[in-house]
Structure formats: C-alpha cells, structure tokens
C-alpha cells in the first residue's frame, strides 16, 4: 500500500472512530436512493467497512442489482464528518462473522452468530470526503479570536477529497 493511501486511511479512521452509527445509502429497485441506519462492525478502518444485515433485507437485493453505495458518518461532537463511496457485497463467511459478532447484535440476530439469516456487508471504500473542524465549542472560539487577532483568518476546518482506489 502506497504511503498517501494508508495516511488518508488512517486519517479516515480517525474521523470516524467511535462514531457507532452510519447512514448507509443504496439504489432501490425503483431507482431511488434510501437510506438507513447501521451500526459499523468494531474493526479497525483499513479502507473496508463491514456491517451486519438480514439476509432476507432490501439491501442485500439492492446491492445484488447495484453495488455502488455510500456510508455517510457525523459526529457532531467531534465536529466532524465523512461520505465514503465504495462497492458493496454480500458475505456469509461464517469465519468472518465470528470475528465481527459483538453481543449487541444479538438485538438483530436472536440465535446468535450461528442465525442463518445473517449476513454481512463488505463495503470497499474508493473514495471519501471529509470535513474536519475544531471539535468543541472553546476550540470553535479560539479559531475565531485568533483569526480577529491574527492577519490571516483561522480556518474553521479541513475538507478534502480522498481516492482510496
């Protein structure tokens, strides 16, 4: 791996570390793009995503018809934010959900990590955009009193655009 993918990579993961919740967006059957919440699997962000899904759920269709998704995550304490686009599929490795299994989904997945209907999703991420900013309130006023103070105004943030391909 090239040394500027793995710093976007690790910047990447930093950004969303502890954010437990994604908006994970697919094309519908009819063509219209949905969106839902899910949960991202505790795995170190190293340029895949993984989630857990029902078998027998709309997005396993969606992706089976088209596998171009984007994972959107906010942390607005943190006063950050990423969009990752990738291409999606499904597994129904059972190595590979034992590794992932975390006692909270059993809430989904009542039989445990042997529940037939589970599956998961492997998103490989191609791209993301992020924007990062002071993360609290008092960091949000420092950038502003050194910017009056300072003859350059202080930047509230960093955006940027990554290639992860």
Do not use: C
């Not at 900013?133 to 990554?162: C, H, M, W, Y």
């Amino acid at each position: 791996m090239n040394a500027d993918r793995q710093q976007h990579i690790t910047q990447l993961a930093a950004l969303i570390k502890d954010v437990e919740v994604a908006m994970f967006t697919t094309t519908g059957v009819d063509g219209r793009l949905y969106s839902r919440p899910l949960g991202t699997q505790e795995v170190e962000f190293d340029g895949d995503l993984w989630f857990a899904t029902s078998a027998d759920s709309p997005k396993v269709a969606e992706i089976a018809l088209n596998p171009r998704v984007n994972v959107a995550y906010a942390s607005p304490s943190k006063n950050s934010y990423v969009s990752v686009a990738g291409t999606a599929r499904i597994v129904a490795d059972r190595a590979k959900i034992d590794e992932l299994w975390s006692p909270a989904m059993k809430l989904f997945f009542p039989e445990g990590k042997d529940d037939p209907n589970l599956r998961l999703i492997h998103v490989e991420a191609e791209s993301a955009e992020y924007w990062d900013g002071p993360g609290t309130l008092l960091g949000k006023a420092l950038s502003f009193v050194l910017s009056a103070v300072q003859d350059e105004p202080a930047r509230l943030g960093d955006n940027g655009f990554v290639d992860l391909r």
